[in-house]
């Protein structure tokens, strides 16, 4: 366990400085690979809209920097998930161009904190998906191809510690993306019922069926072009959108190769190097 004397949060400032407080602090955890305390242990007040504030602007800091925004990831879909976090709905986070890996090339685990992976199925749109009535059937006909990939998530707060409010801010847990080579389309595939394995090291550690993405993954992509509406958004051709996991997510510290695969969508694989910061902040 992290002793939670290792970061501290700095008090933050009162009223609409509290997002700026709280955005500048995730930021610098990020950049420093030293988690923070949970936002909800100083504010337990913290709403999950002033958390999509606080995710927004870090996000608009990153563009501002050059970054784009190439797509958007759901998480804690699966009951596994929310179990596993104590929280009872589902969250999302902004995918920007820095944060999709080849997987082809190892992936360097010292540029990350305490990180987690898992594998789900990666939507990549052909047309614009917006308003509050989306359907499932409406996300497979905008549906350009779907994708097997990993999600490498990360936490920026302290031992994953965190409550609804506290990965929300964190732009969802966000970190990697790594897609597999394939692409197919969605015609004629089951999407509710695909078996799906993670295997790390050549031993399979979780396996499950895209039904547990909120009983199709399809209806996390239409949950999510609903929720974003509501900050007069919309999911854009182009956009590749993960739904989230059927399985829990799995930490991959101090493991050399991780395997994902979903029946019907192909495979993806990546090598892993290096040790990340959480290895040497227990030592400290």
Request: aromatic share 4%; proline share 5%; net charge negative.
């Amino acid at each position: 366990m992290i002793d939670g004397s290792t970061s501290r949060n700095a008090a933050p400032p009162s009223g609409a400085g509290v997002i700026e407080g709280f955005a500048d602090a995730l930021f610098s955890a990020e950049r420093q690979r030293r988690p923070i305390l949970p936002l909800t242990d100083s504010c337990p007040g913290l709403s999950v809209h002033d958390a999509y504030l606080i995710q927004r602007k870090n996000v608009e800091r990153r563009i501002a920097a050059g970054e784009r925004v190439l797509g958007h990831k759901i998480g804690l879909t699966a009951k596994a998930m929310q179990e596993l976090f104590n929280v009872c709905e589902p969250d999302y986070g902004h995918l920007l161009d820095t944060m999709f890996h080849d997987e082809k090339q190892p992936l360097d685990l010292a540029a990350l904190i305490d990180p987690q992976i898992e594998v789900e199925p990666a939507f990549v749109l052909g047309r614009r998906l917006s308003g509050p009535d989306l359907t499932i059937n409406d996300v497979i006909a905008a549906t350009e191809y779907i994708s097997v990939c990993f999600e490498v998530i990360d936490s920026r707060i302290i031992n994953w510690r965190v409550k609804l409010q506290d990965t929300v801010a964190d732009n969802g847990s966000s970190a990697q993306v790594i897609l597999g080579a394939a692409k197919v389309r969605p015609a004629g595939l089951d999407l509710a019922n695909l078996h799906t394995e993670l295997e790390v090291d050549g031993v399979v550690v979780e396996t499950g069926n895209t039904r547990a993405i909120l009983g199709h993954p399809a209806n996390g992509v239409a949950w999510l072009a609903r929720k974003i509406s509501e900050f007069g958004l919309a999911l854009e051709p182009g956009d590749v959108v993960l739904p989230g996991t059927c399985t829990r997510s799995y930490r991959i510290g101090g493991h050399q190769r991780v395997d994902g695969r979903i029946a019907g969508l192909g495979s993806v694989s990546v090598a892993l190097t290096g040790a990340p910061a959480i290895a040497n902040i227990r030592r400290t």
